[in-house]
């Protein structure tokens, strides 16, 4: 069993700063993919990065130069750094992880509420 989650949610006026973190914990394979996605209301859920247990790191168009992923593997924690916030940025966000890469077994947490205000 896998668990996933969230925090540091909250609301920011725009052009802010956020990070999110994402504490994992139970049978999480060595070789896996960690990833944060959002889903706004109304909207389906949207990729947003990756990261490889190699270390490999991969990026959304939208947020591409604004958000950066990056892991704590001492405290096995994914963490999304998120600058230069917009208001179209509200959503809930999720992380994942893929047990054996991006074909495995998926878990995903909670979810954490961001809100950008204008």
């Known amino acids: 069993q896998v668990q996933l989650v969230e925090s540091g949610g909250g609301l920011v006026q725009a052009g802010g700063s956020l990070r999110l973190s994402c504490a994992a914990s139970?049978?999480?394979?060595?070789?896996?993919?960690m990833g944060w996605y959002r889903q706004a209301p109304g909207k389906q859920r949207e990729f947003l990065a990756t990261?490889?247990?190699?270390?490999?790191?991969n990026y959304a168009d939208s947020v591409k130069g604004r958000f950066t992923i990056s892991k704590d593997n001492a405290k096995n924690t994914l963490y999304l750094q998120m600058n230069s916030l917009k208001p179209e940025d509200t959503a809930v966000y999720y992380c994942?992880?893929?047990?054996?890469?991006?074909?495995?077994?998926?878990?995903w947490g909670q979810g954490t509420q961001v809100n950008v205000s204008s």
């Open positions: 990261r490889t247990s190699g270390g490999i790191t």
């Open positions: 994942n992880v893929r047990n054996g890469g991006y074909g495995g077994q998926v878990y």
């Open positions: 139970g049978s999480i394979f060595s070789i896996n993919v």
